[in-house]
C-alpha cells in the first residue's frame, strides 16, 4: 500500500546566523536524515526528549519550514522542491494542531467566527452548516459557536481546535503534545475523542509527545527521536515489551509505572544530551551509553532492520534482554 505520508532522509538545519557582534553562530541539525513513512489510518508517535528535533519535523512536513536535504511524499507524490502555490494545494490535506490550542484562537473572535475564517482562507462555501457539523463531531453544543476562547476550559479549547481542522477535511492531522496540561480525565476524553475523529473522518495521525503513558495507549507504531535522528522505529507493543536501542530502554526505565516497577526504581537518563550545534562524532547518544564502544563514538549507525524493530545502534539489545 502507498503510505499516505513519506519522509525520506530529511534533514533541516536552523539558525546559523551572524550574531550582531560580528560572531557566527553554528547552525543546528534539528533534524538529521529522517526517515519514516506513514500508512493511511495508522497513528505514528514521535517521541524523544525535549529539543530531539519533533517540532521541527512536524512543521518542516506541513511546509512551514524549509528541508535542507531529503524528501517528503504524500501519497507517493513528492511535495518538496514544488512551486510554493502548487506545495500548498498539495499540503492541504495535511493540518497541525498545536500544543496550546487556546493560544492559537484569536481571543476576540467568536468560535463560531474562528471556524468561518478558517473555511474563508481555503475557499470553502456553506459554511455555517460546516461549522454546525464540526462542533457536533467534536462534542460541542452550537450555541459554543457564539461564545469566545476565555469562556472556554482547556477540554473545550482542545475540541475547537479540532473543530477548526476538522472543518477544512484533512486528510493528515499532526497533533503536537495534544494532552499536555490537561488532567487525567480530560486528557481521556480528548483521546476518546481523537479515536472517534479518526475513524469518523478517515484520518492519519502523527503524534509528537513525551507522554509515554499516553503514546503506548494511542499509538500504532512508535519512532524514538534522539537529537535529531530516529533511534528506533517499531510497533508500540514492541517498542514497550522490548526496546532495542540503548536509549529507548532509558526513557523507559525513567518513567517506571510503564514498566510495572515501583516509582523507587525510576532510573533517570544520566547526563544531559549533548548540545545540538555541536554533536559529537559517531552516535549521539554514545556519550550516555553504558554500552558504547569505539566503533559508536567513529561512526553514526543507520536505522536497519533487526528482529521485528527497525534500530540505528551498533549493539543494539536482544530481543530476550530486553
Ligand atoms: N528557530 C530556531 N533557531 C535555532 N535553533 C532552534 C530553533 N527552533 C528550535 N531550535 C533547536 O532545534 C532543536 C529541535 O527543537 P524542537 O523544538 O524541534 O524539539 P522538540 O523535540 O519539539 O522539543 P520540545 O519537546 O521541547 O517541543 C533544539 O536543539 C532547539 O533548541
Redesign the pocket.
Known sequence: MTPILEVQDLSVS???RRRWLGRSIP??Q??RGVSLAVAPGEVLGIV????????????TILGLQRESGGEILLDGKRVSGLAPQAARRVRNSIHYVH?DAGAALDPWWSIGRTLEEALAIQGIGDRPARVAEVLAAVGLDAGAARRYPHELSGGQLRRVALARILALRPRVVIL??PTSGLDMSVQAMVLTLLRDLRVRYGLTYLF?S?DLSVVRRFCDRVAI?Y??RVVELAPTAEVFAAPRHPYTRSLLEAAPRLTGRRAAEAAPLAGEPP???RLPPGCAFAPRCARSSAACRAEDPALALRDGAEVACHHPLERAMA
Do not use: F
Open positions: 536552523l539558525g546559523g547552525p543546528v534539528a533534524v524523544g526528549e525535549s529539543g530531539c528535533g519533533k517540532t521541527t519535523l512536524g512543521r500544543q503536537d503534545e509528537i513525551h527521536m537529537l535529531g548540545s545540538a550545534a
